[in-house]
């Protein structure tokens, strides 16, 4: 198997964006401070949506620098609909299959994980944080914690601090945190 919170906001614009086909481009080449909107958007791939509170809204229309974030989506659901709307010959501009940022985290969609979900927040034009959450289904009762505590461990490297199995930080701004129905992996500067 390959291997911050919810943000809420006034507006949410969905926008397409051409040129999602960096193959080789990964959530490993995300870097804070450094890593841009425009470099995400041409190497990850399109995001499903992209979310300002209306006073940046405003900022972005102005040309002053503006918060913003983008989520990415990848679902078995997602998949049918663009399988259901590509047999019927009308094009869905959202084939998270084909997305950078998704076909190269840390997992994949499984019968465990049945949702992933990405995001990034970006001040300036600068990215601040980013996270994965790969969510189980319903019939899944509770995610095996040491199963994917090792996993986590051989891809990210001995652990720096243990909270307890369901929040370790990792050298870098690594953060995992897990539930008994979801896994998130954050980048939280300063960590």
Not at 66 to 92: M, N
Request: glycine fraction near 6%; aromatic fraction near 14%.
């Amino acid at each position: 198997m390959k291997a911050l919170s919810a943000f809420v906001f006034a507006s949410i614009f969905i926008i397409s964006c051409p040129g999602g086909d960096a193959l080789g481009w990964s959530w490993r080449d995300l870097k804070i401070s450094i890593t841009t909107e425009e470099e995400l958007l041409k190497n990850g791939g399109t995001p499903w949506e992209i979310k300002l509170l209306f006073p940046d809204y405003l900022k972005l229309k102005q040309g002053k620098p503006y918060t913003v974030s983008f989520t990415y989506y990848d679902s078995e659901l997602h998949r049918r609909r663009f399988r259901s709307s590509e047999s019927e010959g009308k094009p869905f501009w959202y084939d998270p299959s084909k997305l950078p940022i998704l076909t190269s985290a840390p997992m994949q969609l499984s019968d465990e994980i049945t949702d992933i979900e990405f995001g990034a927040m970006f001040i300036a034009n600068k990215l601040i944080t980013y996270h994965y959450t790969f969510k189980c289904g319903y019939s899944f009762e509770n995610i095996d914690t040491t199963k994917y505590v090792e996993m986590f461990n051989s891809i990210l490297g001995k652990p720096v601090s243990i909270r307890d199995m369901s929040w370790i930080q990792y050298e870098g701004c690594y953060v995992l945190n897990i539930s008994p129905k979801q896994i998130m992996l954050q980048c939280i500067p300063g960590k």
